[in-house]
């Protein structure tokens, strides 16, 4: 049998690998490992050829999440509320786990101080979960992913800043869709674009502001400190944003939102003012949520697989390599993004 490609000798093989040189899911790759139905007969002989040339053997933490499961998975966030960002995740890790037969609880833990404490004691103590999902920002979270570690809860965690291989992650490349959407709009022939950033407290922010900043520098252009505003991912932040930005003399002719919602809300501003997207004012966000195509006009945004990114965050648990006591197996699974133009976006109206 001629294997397509091989990973590398020097790292233990891990189902990733297995998945990607047989073509198949990681799920799949599971089910024949552990002898589940739903796969056929040509594809688990494919699979059980591929296993054996690599002398791929699941490891340990594996064989302990298929023997004694307790068929629950926790997905922490920062906040139930925190917009749908959260919401789509979580629709993708209930798809994993209506498919492996597991249920799903979201959790999310107290702050700081002495409650937070509490939570985590609670956490270690009652065992419940077979894993952890982490979502941003929470994935970055020292305290919290050290407690986790140290305690051996298996954990995978979603668009990490640190993408060492402390843990298993996935995750998508807010810089290069930032770089790629921004560059856009100045091929276009904008020159005064505006940032609308996200909270600081998020790595998705941080990388959206420098590829934005980067794209701009490459263009010819220097970003405008008054014309970088900061809101918090929030509708109403993006509407209040925008009342800013258009009292500015002279007042953008793009705005790059860091998220839809505050998109959304930078569009109700502008029309607010009698304004006209994009004849008067250019906006584009990031995420591709539904509301971003049945608003007025429909919005040119990045299409992130927000539950995708959850799915395969699930099914990397599921399949028992989120265990850190075997963390030198930990690998990272990459989505790409997509801009998807709607009519928000166009050339800058000249004025004579």
């Known amino acids: 049998m001629t294997m397509p490609t091989s990973p590398d000798a020097d790292k233990a093989i891990t189902i990733i690998d297995v998945a990607r040189i047989a073509g198949v899911s990681i799920k799949t790759v ?78 999310s833990p107290p702050p700081e101080g002495e409650a937070r404490r509490a939570w985590l004691a609670r956490l270690q103590s009652r065992r419940a979960f077979d894993g952890l999902v982490i979502s941003p920002p929470l994935s970055d979270d020292e305290e919290l992913i050290d407690f986790l570690i140290n305690a051996n809860i298996p954990i995978v965690r979603i668009a990490p800043a640190d993408k060492s291989n402390l843990t298993p992650y996935v995750f998508t490349d807010d810089y290069e869709a930032s770089y790629q959407i921004t560059s856009r709009i100045c091929e276009l022939g904008h020159r005064l674009i505006a940032m609308i950033e996200g909270p600081e407290d998020h790595v998705s922010a941080r990388e959206r502001r420098r590829g934005f900043n980067d794209a701009m520098r490459n263009h010819g252009l220097i970003p405008r400190d008054t014309m970088r505003v900061r809101g918090d991912y929030g509708g109403i932040s993006g509407f209040e944003c925008t009342e800013a930005l258009l009292s500015l003399t002279p007042r953008p002719t793009a705005i790059v939102a860091a998220n839809d919602l505050m998109a959304i809300g930078a569009l109700a501003a502008i029309s607010k003012h009698g304004l006209r997207a994009p004849e008067d004012i250019s906006v584009v966000g990031f995420d591709d949520i539904p509301a971003a195509s049945a608003c007025w006009p429909p919005l040119t945004t990045v299409r992130q697989p927000i539950d995708k990114l959850g799915e395969l965050a699930s099914d990397l648990l599921i399949a028992g390599i989120g265990d850190p006591r075997h963390r030198t197996d930990a690998r990272s699974a990459f989505h790409p993004c997509e801009i998807i133009v709607r009519t928000s976006l166009g050339p800058p109206l000249v004025r004579s």
């Open 30 to 107: 599971s089910r024949v490992i552990n002898r589940e139905t739903g796969v056929g007969a040509d594809t688990r002989t494919h699979v059980e050829n591929v296993i054996r040339e690599l002398d791929y053997r699941p490891n340990a933490s594996a064989r302990a999440l298929s023997s004694h499961r307790k068929y629950l998975i926790g997905m922490i966030v920062a906040s139930i509320g925190q917009f749908e960002y959260v919401g789509q995740l979580q629709a993708g890790v209930t798809e994993s786990c209506l498919r492996a037969g597991y249920h799903l609880t979201v959790e």
